[in-house]
């Protein structure tokens, strides 16, 4: 059986730039428990600067959560072939950490490029 971790407590926030295609977006996470026990993940997305836009998701288990936030984070990975920007953490809290380092691809030859 698979581990699932606590979802409780995980925020992680992503950023892709390309200047050269007009594309800056901004994509932030936050998965918490509310007074009820039930977890919420609140989505806000937009461009850098804005207010954006925020979409709220509810679940029942932790495992659930995880998968949600596993499929979320394979779509911002495929970003680069998407929309042409590569999306990198901005900020992420340290439960979130792992989940980033296993599921998030990182485009090392965009970083170096980059001064």
Excluded: Q
Excluded at 92 to 109: G, K, N
Aim: aromatic share 6%; net charge positive; glycine share 6%.
């Amino acid at each position: 059986m698979i581990e699932t971790p606590a979802m409780a407590g995980v925020m992680l926030e992503l950023r892709a730039c390309a200047p050269e295609k007009n594309r800056f977006g901004s994509w932030r996470i936050e998965i918490d428990r509310d007074l009820f026990g039930i977890l919420n993940a609140m989505i806000t997305f937009g461009r850098i600067g804005t207010t954006g836009r925020t979409r709220r998701w509810d679940f029942a288990t932790d495992a659930e959560a995880a998968r949600f936030l596993c499929a979320k984070l394979h779509h911002r990975a495929s970003g680069t072939r998407r929309r042409g920007a590569v999306y990198r953490v901005i900020d992420a809290s340290a439960i979130a950490m792992p989940l980033i380092e296993t599921l998030l691809s990182v485009d090392r030859s965009r970083e170096r490029a980059t001064p």
